[in-house]
Every structure is written in structure tokens, then in C-alpha cells.
């Protein structure tokens, strides 16, 4: 974890770790942590304790126990960066267990709904085998879905469109209107093509896919312009 969770001052530190320190001592597995790693921060928490006491009276202080506690202070801040990463990143920790140990709670990111619906897809232009196609909010007439971040677009060349969704081939991904799609050269001049697209939302999970809207290709550089 970065950032500092717990007081810096040697006082509030130490009472921050024995509260740590009797939550983990508690918990144990239930909160990802091996019995070595729990038995390591208590004699951790001994040692930089019983420094702290001898440093706060001055018949005991001296500047190399100074720099001892110096020392363990930064032992145990670093052993309880790493159990506190532990702890909230595994499964069964509870926001009350987090509570306990007094590691922050984060607010979980609100789950994303799927994209309910399908675009609207025109065909702006046809040249020979390059197509022009905008794909847009079907209400707005612009833009995209609500939590869309771009359409995924396909084609299929024939008279009829195949229902069979394995028949199609993957265009590519549009972002803005006015996306082009270059056919193989394989597709003769004059054939029926169709294209139709989905949504895809930023975890790329992909929406309902449209009706698909038909073109032909053209011989050699001629256009078709849609109305």
C-alpha cells in the first residue's frame, strides 16, 4: 500500500500497530496472513516498543538507542505496508475486518451495466471496395451508447446476410463516424456486402448487434454515395 494509513508520531504509531498487531493476532488466515508473517510483526512490535519506552526515559536514552529505534521504527513501518497490502487485497477481508485493523476502506467502483442496446449503422459511402460506415446512437442520431467506447463492426458478402454469427467476418473497431472499411480482393465487384455492429463497453463486453444494412461493391474507383 502507498501512501501513509497510519500516524507518523511515535506514540500514535505505536498505539496504530498494537492495534494492528492484536486485530492480525486475532485473525490470522481469515485475513490472507501466514502464521510467519503474524509472529514476525509481533516481534517486530516488541522491539521497536520496548526502544520507544527506553527512549522516552531519559535515564535509558542515548543516541545510539536513538538510532536503533530509528531503525525498528522503519522495520516494522515497512512489515506493516506489506501486511496491510495483504490484508485488503484478499478475498475474505471484510469491511468490518478492515475496520478492526484500521486500514482504510475504499469505495468499490459501481459495477458498470451491459449495453442494452444496438446502433444505428449507415453506409456513407462505397468506393469500390472501401466502405464508409457511421456508427451512431440510433436516438441521438450521434455519438454513442451509454458506456459504449467504441462498435465493433462486421461484414459478410452475399445476396442474403447469413444468420449464422460464425459467417462474418470482423471489420475492426469504430470510434468516430466516418470509418472505413478496405474489403479482400477477394470480393469481386458488384457482390451484395452487409455490415452490421455491436457496441463494446470498456471491458470490452459487447452489446446487441444491429440489423445489417447492405451495399455493393464497385468497379474500379467508382462511388455510391448514400442518399
Keep these: 500500500m502507498s501512501g501513509n494509513f497510519f500516524p ?4 500514535k504509531f505505536r498505539a496504530y500497530c498494537l492495534t494492528f498487531k492484536t486485530g492480525i493476532d486475532t485473525m490470522g488466515a481469515a485475513a490472507g496472513l501466514a502464521p510467519l508473517q503474524v ?7 516488541t522491539v521497536f516498543d520496548e526502544l520507544l519506552a527506553q527512549c522516552e526515559n531519559n535515564e535509558f536514552r542515548t543516541p545510539v538507542k536513538v538510532d536503533e529505534l530509528h531503525i525498528a521504527k522503519r522495520q516494522l513501518t515497512a512489515d506493516l505496508r506489506a501486511l ?3 490484508v485488503q487485497r484478499h478475498p475474505g477481508t471484510t469491511d468490518p475486518m ?5 486500514l482504510p476502506i475504499y469505495k468499490q467502483p459501481s459495477p458498470q451495466p451491459p449495453i442494452a442496446v444496438s446502433p444505428g449503422v449507415d453506409i456513407t459511402d462505397t468506393t469500390g471496395r472501401t466502405i464508409t460506415v ?5 436516438t441521438t442520431k450521434r455519438g454513442k451508447a451509454a458506456g459504449a467506447v467504441a462498435a465493433w463492426v462486421y461484414w459478410f458478402a452475399g ?3 447469413s444468420q449464422n454469427p460464425g459467417d462474418w467476418e470482423f471489420a475492426g473497431a469504430a470510434t468516430r463516424p466516418g470509418y472505413k472499411i478496405t474489403l479482400p480482393d477477394s470480393v469481386a465487384p458488384g457482390t451484395m ?3 452490421c455492429a455491436a457496441w463494446v463497453s470498456r471491458r470490452q463486453e459487447a452489446g446487441p448487434v444491429s440489423l445489417p444494412v447492405p451495399t455493393r461493391v464497385q468497379f474500379g474507383g467508382v462511388g455510391a ?3
Excluded: C, I, S
Excluded at 98 to 102: I, V
Design 193 to 195: 456486402v452487409w455490415l
Design 134 to 138: 457511421d456508427v451512431h446512437d440510433k
Design 84 to 86: 496491510a497490502g495483504v
Design 159 to 161: 445476396e442474403t446476410y
Design 225 to 227: 454515395k448514400a442518399a
Design 39 to 45: 509472529a514476525t510483526f509481533g516481534a517486530r512490535f
Design 98 to 102: 478492515r475496520t478492526q485493523l484500521g
Design 8 to 11: 507518523t508520531g511515535n506514540a
